[in-house]
Nanobody
Framework: QVQLVESGGGLVQAGGSLRLSCAAS????????MAWFRQAPGKEREFVAV????????NYAESVKGRFTISRDNAKNTVYLQMNSLKPEDTAVYYC????????????WGQGTQVTVSS
């Protein structure tokens, strides 16, 4: 059974940094997209960043470009999100997601980790 476990969330002051991790188990995802999404209170879930299976291609939401970096370690079946220069508007529950098949949708989701940025 596939399981995604996020960690690394917490409370940080504006301008600070956090690093989120998402460890996958149950199958190998080295060929598939891995991504981060977030959902703030009262808002819909939104895309944050995605990385290709090889790690060579990355894409970011405009709101986090230049501040967040997505990476992955296929040997560990883990995806990371380094978040720098955090802003109060980055406060949300962050979810990792993994593509279930090539060209398919994000079939697997983590339980989420809370990130709170104080002003």
């Amino acid at each position: 059974q596939v399981q995604l476990v996020e960690s690394g969330g917490g409370l940080v002051q504006a301008g600070g940094s956090l690093r989120l991790s998402c460890a996958a188990s149950g199958r190998t995802f080295s060929s598939y997209l891995m991504a981060w999404f977030r959902q703030a209170p009262g808002k819909e879930r939104e895309f944050v960043a995605v990385i290709s299976g090889s790690g060579n291609n990355r894409n970011y939401a405009e709101s986090v470009k230049g501040r967040f970096t997505i990476s992955r370690d296929n040997a560990k079946n883990t995806v990371y999100l380094q978040m720098n220069s955090l802003k109060p508007e980055d406060t949300a529950v962050y979810y990792c997601a993994v593509q279930g098949s090539l060209g398919g949708q994000y079939d697997y989701w983590g339980q989420g980790t809370q990130v709170t940025v104080s002003s």
